[in-house]
Each structure stands twice: as C-alpha cells, then as structure tokens.
C-alpha cells in the first residue's frame, strides 16, 4: 500500500512538515456538517477507508465512514454510522466523537469518545466499513482519548486512554488498560503524566493519547497531543514518546520540545483555536515514511509528515 507522501520542503528542519496543500477537509465537506476534524484512517482493499468526526449544524456530534483512493482526497458518506448490536444489546450513545481506527487480526476496531451518561470509551468492529457492530463501553464514565494498540502484547488486547471528568477536562494523564476479549478491561496502569510548567509547558496540563502506537525496533512509538493553559485558553500540540514493546506502561523516552504545534492560520483560527489533534498515522517501516492525520482548531482536518528514524532518533535525543 503505497501511503501518501510529500518531500520535505527545502527550506524546513523540521522533524515533521505540512502537506502544502492543507486543509484536506474542509468543514463543509458533507451537506450537513459544521466541522471535520479529529478522524482516523487505515489501509483498506486498494486504497484508505476511515471514520470521520463530524459535528453538524446543530453542532450534533457523530462519527461518519468515508473512503478514499489515495489517503488525500476523501468521500464522507451523508448519514452517520448506524451501530448494531455486537457483543453487547446496549448500543446507546448520546454523542460520538474523536474516532480512532486500528486492524487487529481479522477486523478493524473503531474506539471513540461514546456518550453515556458523560464520555466513555465507545469500541464497534467493521469488516467492510459498511456494517458496524458496537461492542460494551471499556470504563466507566469519564474518559476520552481510547487508542487500541495494534497487536495483543501478552496474549491481551491493550488500549490507552485519559480518564477525565464531565466537562473541558482540565487535566489528564495517559493510561493503559488490558482485555482477554475486548469486552472486560482491567489492570489499569499510568503510562505518563504530565509535566512541571517549568520543564516542558507545553505539555503541562493534560495530555491524550493521539494514533495508534507504531511498532518498532525502539518499542512503540506514539504521537500525543500535550496541552498547555493559557492566559487566552488551552493550546494543543503533538509530542512523540516510546514505550517498552512488552511493557507498554514503561515510557522509555518522551519529547520534551513539541513536534507540531498550532502556527498556521487553519490552525490558530476555527470553532476552538489553537489546536493540532493526531488522530491517525499511516506509515511504512520499510519506507522510512509517516503520514499524520491531525484535527486543526476543531474545524478542519490536516496532514504532515515525517521519516520514522528521524522521529525515533528526535524522541530519543531530546527526551524529557
């Protein structure tokens, strides 16, 4: 699968740089939606499918499946995801937002922020992005940012989320949970918290779990999102980390400067400003390559990218 891809530009050192022609969605790219933003996306059949957080005009949040040929230009279906029952009969959902979309063995599992009673970690599983099956809540409520790993790491499904509280949380640190079946989860463990003001600010007041984790040689490579309070609100940026392959809750190296943070108008200007969210990364080892999706000021959505040595080897160099 050939992922899509643009050269750095001659004039950046970045360790992550723009796609030029960002956004990719724009707000309105479905009749009936206010924003696209905070979205995932896979590989699928000869091209990309994925699930797409659009909020509508009622400012109604839902989750839509959208496919695409190249991973740039996309197709969002109108109508939202209707559930089905999967390994449970309670479906219900008050909202859905911020999906997040990962193969494991036979399917792809999608997990979001599910409203029940407050925000919970919501898991469906799709074989066709066509028919969805809703699986239990993971936790109770609050929680946001559920990101499944790739693989089983010891025999069990294992997903990272941030428990929160029912409003604009205020805080937030990442945590890791494990299941047999991905219906009971359990042996919650802290995986990071967030930072002295005085050591990275911008990661100081809450941080979430961003893509799914990337298996390689250094252990699991994840991008995140760190939030900053500021005189004029929070401001959120992307940070890199490596966790242990086997011990998932062991961070072995953290950034302490942001790999990407909001300095583009698309990115400063919109429903909530200042924001770059990842969502999503595609990627290639043997290519050496990465393609981040991110949402930008709630609003759009937009690319980067990057080289995965050269992400690996800033993680490790400048680590907290």
């Known amino acids: 699968m050939k992922i899509p891809w643009q050269d750095r530009p001659d004039n950046c050192n970045d360790v992550l740089w723009r796609y030029s022609e960002n956004p990719i969605i724009n707000r309105n790219d479905i009749p009936s939606s206010n924003s696209i933003f905070n979205s995932a996306v896979v590989p699928f059949e000869d091209g990309f499918a994925g699930v797409f957080r659009c909020d509508n005009k009622a400012v109604q949040m839902n989750i839509f499946a959208g496919f695409s040929k190249d991973g740039i230009h996309w197709e969002i279906n ?44 919501g898991i469906a599983y799709t074989f066709d992005f066509k028919e969805f099956f809703q699986c239990e809540n993971a936790f109770l409520p609050f929680n946001r940012n559920g990101v499944l790993f790739p693989d089983k790491i010891n025999g069990r499904y294992a997903m990272l989320s941030r428990p929160s509280d029912n409003g604009h949380t205020p805080f937030g640190d990442i945590y890791v949970s494990f299941s047999p079946d991905m219906k009971y989860w359990g042996e919650h463990r802290c995986v990071m918290k967030v930072t002295p003001f005085e050591d990275s600010a911008w990661q100081s007041c809450k941080i979430g779990a961003g893509t799914v984790p990337i298996h390689t040689n250094e252990g699991w490579l994840i991008f995140y999102h760190g939030v ?31 790999l990407l943070a909001p300095t583009e108008l698309y990115e400063q200007v919109g429903d909530v400003p200042n924001v770059v969210f990842p969502c999503a990364a595609l990627h290639s080892i043997e290519e050496d390559k990465v393609a981040l999706y991110y949402g930008a000021a709630d609003t759009v959505t937009a690319m980067a990218f990057g080289r995965i040595s050269e992400i690996l080897e800033f993680t490790k160099k400048n680590s907290l």
């Open 228 to 258: 900053i309070n500021t005189c004029n609100g929070f401001r959120y940026s992307v940070g890199s980390a490596i966790l242990d392959e086997n011990e998932p809750d062991k961070v072995k190296y953290r950034t302490q400067p942001y």
């Open 78 to 121: 109108h109508e939202p995801i209707q559930m089905q029952a999967g390994n449970t009969g309670m479906i219900e959902s008050d909202y859905k937002y911020d999906p997040r979309v990962v193969f494991i063995e036979d399917r792809y599992w999608v997990t979001w922020c599910n409203g029940y009673h407050g925000p919970t970690i």
